[in-house]
Structure formats: structure tokens, C-alpha cells
């Protein structure tokens, strides 16, 4: 249950890098803290079985480096970024606002794994160009939000960023989502659970762990014992659970909003079929692009083409 989210927000707006670099110095003294915030409740990894230790590992992994990898905050957006802490319950919500025109629209962003809400401020700008606001909500143990990620932490904090925004007066009509990687579950669920949004954009979009079995068990990513690589390829089927627990291509049929793509033929974390069948799920797809460069990150690329979508 989400309880209302408090009008009275924390507002922090001490930008200074020294702030982030304290934190974190102060963070990896005490790493133990950063390989304990995953723990996905509801989400038993118990039932997909010998995979359980590894991507409990691999999930603590990028949970520390979200923490650690804070960037400073670009001189143009320093005077218009609103910090929050949004109440979620018992847990609060990192969140960025960045509004420099108080436009009446806004984008959703979410980031992808292993990043947080300081990673992506070029994508920030370009959003900001096109006349939006940016809301880009933590997750929960990411950044300096508080909980865990799980996957009704997911579900409870996109529905506290469309009560924010709805708070602030925007109607959801003027609200568009933009999903980064693994960011693609939230905005599809987001994207999912509100017909009247404007648009969903997805980059580089984390479909399934079985379709990006091929990837994992070659190791290009993330490094696999050789008994799981073994398990991966002989048995993708084990990955199964973790599909059905996000539901994106199921999602992603009933989507009623413009959807549009962004990809890289040499992403080698998420390949190329993988997103082209979800996209092929949308009965709403306005425009797949697909990039000849960029790999599995937010680069000039694919902010190019972010900026090229005219009809947004």
C-alpha cells in the first residue's frame, strides 16, 4: 500500500561535489552496507535454483556501484535541480526535479543497472530542450534511496512518481516515460498501468533473462562461472521465473501509447532480436531505430536520435 506521499518534501540543494564524495568515502568503509540492499522479496530466487547465490551477487554488485558512482552536477542544471526524498511508506525515494522553464509537461526517466540518478544529466539537458520537465525517480537501495529493489518497490515507486507529478498539477496526458536498460521494466509497468500518458520511449530495453540468456552465457557483460554458462545454455528455462515475474512482453501487448525505440546493433549486453520482439509486441509502435553504433550505453547516438523524434 502507498501512503501519501508528504507535500512537505525534503529539498536538498547542496550541489557541491564534496557532499557525494564524503558519502561515498564514508560508504566503502562500510561496503558490507552495499552488498546487503538487494534482497528481492516476493522475487524467490530460491525457485530458479543453482542461479540463486550468483544473481543475488550480481544484483548486490551493481547496487554498490550505483551507490559509489555519483557524478557532479552539470553547472547548467545546478540552479533548477530540486532533490527529494519521497515517502514511500517506510522508505524514501531519491528523486531529481529539473524544471528550468516550469514547463506544464514532463518525462519520467529511469536509469539503467548500476547507475543512479546523477548518470544520465546529457540526457537530462535534451529532454529539458524539448520542452519537458525531468522527473527521474531512485530505486529502492540505489543512489541514497532507502529499501531494497524488489519488484513491488518497483511497482510502489512509479506509482509515487505519477502521484508527485499529478500533485504538482500535470496532467498525465502531458506526461511522457523514458526507460534506460533495466529502467525499461518500470517505464513498461508504468507505461502499462496509465492509458493516458503521452508516449513511452525505450533504450536499449532489458526484455528477458531468457532471451538474453545467448549474451550472459557468453560472459560478455558480466563474468559467469562456467557452471552457470553451462546452465544458461543447456537449461535457459531456469531463467523462466524472473520473466514471469516482470511480465514484459505480456505488458507491452496491452501498452495503448505512442512506444518508440532506441538501439545499438553492437550492444553487447542486449542484443538486437531481443528488442526488436518486443517491439514487436506494441501495438503501438511509432518508430524503431536502430543504431549501427553506440553499445549498451547513453551516448551522443542515441541522444541524437532522442532529439530527432519529432513528434514527442
Not at 533548477?80 to 531529481?96: F, P, Q, R
Not at 543512489?143 to 518497490?153: F, H, K, M
Not at 549474451?215 to 559467469?224: A, E, H, V
Request: glycine fraction near 6%; include cysteine.
Amino acid at each position: 500500500m502507498i501512503h501519501p506521499i508528504n507535500t512537505q518534501m525534503s529539498i536538498q540543494r547542496n550541489f557541491g561535489t564534496d557532499r557525494y564524495n564524503k558519502r561515498n568515502d564514508d560508504f566503502v568503509k562500510n561496503s558490507k552496507a552495499g552488498f546487503d540492499q538487494v534482497n528481492f522479496t516476493g522475487f524467490s530466487f530460491e525457485e530458479i535454483s543453482p542461479l540463486n547465490y550468483y544473481m543475488r551477487k550480481v544484483l548486490n554488485k551493481f547496487t554498490f556501484i550505483s551507490k559509489r558512482r555519483r557524478f557532479p552536477v552539470d553547472e547548467s542544471l545546478k540552479e533548477h535541480l530540486k532533490i527529494l526524498k519521497l515517502k514511500t511508506g517506510k522508505t524514501t525515494c531519491e528523486a531529481w526535479d529539473i524544471n528550468p522553464n516550469n514547463s506544464d509537461k514532463y518525462v519520467i526517466f529511469y536509469h539503467g543497472l548500476g547507475q543512479n540518478v546523477t548518470s544520465n544529466q546529457e540526457m537530462y539537458k535534451s529532454i529539458i530542450g524539448k520542452g519537458y520537465g525531468v522527473f527521474a525517480p531512485e530505486y529502492g537501495g540505489f543512489g541514497e534511496s532507502t529499501g531494497t529493489i524488489t519488484a513491488q518497490s518497483i511497482k510502489t515507486n512509479t506509482k509515487a512518481a505519477i502521484k508527485y507529478l499529478k500533485n504538482k498539477g500535470i496532467d498525465e496526458k502531458d506526461i511522457g516515460v523514458v526507460g534506460f536498460s533495466m529502467g525499461s521494466l518500470p517505464a513498461i509497468d508504468l507505461a502499462h498501468k496509465n492509458d493516458n500518458l503521452k508516449f513511452l520511449i525505450l533504450i536499449s530495453p532489458f526484455n528477458s533473462v531468457k532471451n538474453e540468456s545467448e549474451m550472459l552465457s557468453k560472459g560478455q557483460s558480466i563474468k559467469l562461472p562456467k557452471i552457470l554458462k553451462y546452465l544458461i545454455e543447456k537449461f535457459p528455462f531456469l531463467l523462466k521465473f524472473v520473466d514471469s515475474t516482470f511480465k514484459n512482453i505480456q505488458k507491452m501487448k496491452n501498452i495503448k501509447l505512442p512506444v518508440y525505440f532506441i538501439h545499438s546493433e553492437n550492444d553487447n549486453i542486449i542484443p538486437t532480436k531481443s528488442t526488436k520482439e518486443l517491439a514487436g509486441f506494441s501495438k503501438n509502435l511509432k518508430k524503431f531505430i536502430l543504431l549501427k553504433n553506440g553499445g549498451h550505453s547513453i551516448e551522443k547516438n542515441k541522444i541524437d536520435a532522442f532529439n530527432n523524434l519529432t513528434d514527442i
